[in-house]
């Protein structure tokens, strides 16, 4: 007898099995979302179990329709919109499980258990422990350079390196996963997301490094001289890398805290902290919230939705144990709009809750879109939303608000401080955004082997960022596992493209509004023009390639750091005079 054919896909047939897809993955991600509310706002064994099963459940899902949509992207006569979302359906899972029985429960039991770990991990001061959040705000004040590196070291030691035997698992895991799906292994897979072939987009984000490369030097350069004159050759050498744990950070990613070190004499002083601005107008968490919403809705947008208010978690209870890091949360797909903070009356939540509202109002803004585009235009692009607005909290907009009386506002002279603050956490964050997953990239294609995880991670951050570890680090080391987003498994490079992004949004958005004065003292709070112009691009979510909602906004087609350039260009003439005769690079 013979056998029948198996008669090839039709157009219609991928059509189908598309809307089916996008039906169950909606469904599920509104049950998903709750789950992991509580998971992260209520850290226990049974809501551990309970994310783990979830998650188990959304990977098991997420392969199937990956699978599939690997099977159809070849069916002839395809429209363009069916071939968007069979990419988006292969892609759409950041760690992809094999059909193996067994290895999405395994590796959903690996990746949760990484997470919690981290969630629950403490480092050292004075010998006592100290908590993720807790000691992330240490590392910014004042401390002597023997407690920093009591600091980055316990953390170093007792979050990272415990995890290193199941993340190399997970690794191992997932490329299977990611192979069968058709992809070199993960890492190409992330990089396959971007409308462009993923050995083009690893060139592309190396371009965009290069443009900005020289600005990071020249702050690089004056900042280590800054830290020398503070401790001295035995701390902090002349020449050389930076030592890590002086730049007031655990992963020396943002420079900001110690902006009192390197501020430049007169100029540095701003006049003003917005923390201290805050407590003095008895500014709480809540109304901080507020006033980021404030923000947007001068622009034009709808206000938060009542549940906001309601469901949000903008404090740390002091019963349970909850993922501190900041989140935004549209829970589900309609306007269940929360933020999950830890929030504290200090200048950098303010600055956070401008940037999680972002998401937020992003969330809302697609949400008529088909689900698979119920997202940013890239990754980057939802986390340069936000970003882009916290750009507009300057002095004017501080006196807008009635937090600065107009008497306070910095003059001209003291541009270079308000310049320089703002490049100790901007710019100086570009590398170690961009090296995260260069060195994840390296850990997936076997380029970087278990043996060499922390070696290789010592390496990136000396060329790319110039720094160096306070300790010699030994064989068992895992510094990449200390930062949340690799035990969490996020994709990093959306931050390094965000960084960018922001400043071609800000750069486009002050013009829109006819700011005529310096860059980087626009504000464009109370725009109504910026708004709408701002809303066009976010209703569009991910329905179309990312340079066409770049295009919406800026009227460009191409990410570049040239916006970023002429930003800080005032600052960056102003570092290259300070840094005459010194020997800079490292």
């Known amino acids: 007898m013979a056998e029948t054919a198996v008669k090839p896909a039709t157009a219609a ?8 897809a996008e039906k169950e993955l ?111 705000e240490e590392m910014g004040k004042p401390h002597t350079p023997a407690e920093y590196q009591e600091m980055w070291t316990s953390w170093h030691d ?30 190409a897979m992330w990089r396959s997301a971007y409308d462009m072939p993923p050995d083009q987009f690893a060139a592309l984000t190396e371009k965009i490094w290069q443009e900005v490369k020289p600005l990071y030097d020249s702050l690089h350069c004056y900042t280590r001289t800054k830290l020398n004159e503070k401790y001295g050759d035995q701390v902090q050498p002349k020449t050389g890398p930076i030592r890590a744990d002086l730049l007031g950070n655990m992963w020396a990613q943002e420079w ?80 269940d709009l929360r933020i999950k903070m830890c929030t504290k009356v200090n200048a950098g939540d303010f600055v956070t809750i401008h940037h999680e509202l972002g998401h937020n109002y992003y969330q809302r803004a697609y949400n008529k879109q088909d689900p698979l585009y119920l997202n940013g235009a890239n ?23 009635g937090l600065l009386d107009k008497s306070r506002v910095p003059s001209a002279d003291k541009d270079i401080g308000l310049l320089l603050r703002q490049a100790m956490d901007k710019v100086a964050f570009l590398p170690f955004g961009l090296l995260v997953d260069r060195w994840r990239w390296g850990v997936f294609d076997g380029s970087i082997q278990p043996a060499d995880y922390n070696k290789a991670w010592e390496k990136m951050r000396l060329d790319y960022q110039g720094i ?23 994709p990093y490079m959306r931050y390094f493209l965000a960084r960018v992004l922001q400043f071609q949004f800000y750069e486009a958005a002050c013009k829109l509004s006819g700011w005529k004065g310096p860059l980087h003292r626009c504000s464009f709070y ?42 800080f260009a005032p600052l960056k003439a102003w570092l290259d005079e300070q840094n005459k005769g010194k020997v800079c690079g490292w």
């Open 13 to 20: 047939d991928v059509a189908k099995f598309v809307a089916e």
């Open 26 to 136: 909606f469904d599920y991600t509104v049950e998903a979302s709750r789950i992991q509310w509580v998971n992260s706002t209520y850290i226990t064994e049974d809501t551990d179990a309970l994310a783990a099963a979830s998650g188990t459940k959304g990977t098991e899902m997420s392969v199937r329709f990956a699978l599939a949509a690997a099977k159809y992207q070849d069916a002839p006569g395809l429209s363009p919109e069916i071939g968007r979302k069979l990419v988006m359906l292969r892609t759409g899972i950041v760690l992809p499980a094999p059909t193996t029985p067994g290895a999405a429960t395994k590796l959903n039991t690996i990746a949760t258990g990484l997470q919690s770990s981290y969630g629950k991990g403490k480092g050292t001061l004075g010998g006592k422990p100290i908590s993720g959040s807790d000691i992330e």
């Open 158 to 187: 007792q979050v990272g390196a415990p995890m290193k035997a199941d993340y190399v698992r997970q690794v191992a895991i997932a490329n299977e996963g990611a192979k069968e799906l058709g992809f070199a292994d993960v890492g």
């Open 256 to 335: 900001g805290d110690i902006y009192p070190v390197v501020a430049p004499p007169g100029s540095g002083d701003l006049g003003y902290d917005i923390g201290d601005l805050l407590k003095a107008k008895g500014y709480d968490p809540l109304k901080m919230v507020k006033q980021g919403e404030a923000f947007y809705s001068s622009l034009g947008f709808a206000p938060l939705p009542r549940t906001f208010w309601d469901r949000s978690m903008i404090v740390k209870p002091r019963d349970r144990e909850v993922v501190c890091h900041a989140s935004a949360w549209d829970v589900d797909n309609k306007d």
């Open 379 to 401: 990754d980057g692009f939802h986390e340069a939303i936000g970003d882009f607005v916290a750009l507009s909290i300057t002095p004017q907009y501080l006196v807008d608000i």
């Open 468 to 490: 160096k570890s306070p300790v010699e680090r030994g064989p068992n080391a895992f510094d990449p596992g200390a930062k949340y987003h690799v035990p969490g498994n996020v």
């Open 526 to 567: 109370g725009n109504k023009a910026v708004g709408a112009k701002l809303n066009a691009m976010l209703t569009m979510g991910a329905s179309k390639p990312w340079p066409d909602a770049l295009q919406q906004f800026t009227g460009s087609r191409e990410m570049s750091g040239k916006a970023m350039i002429r930003y």
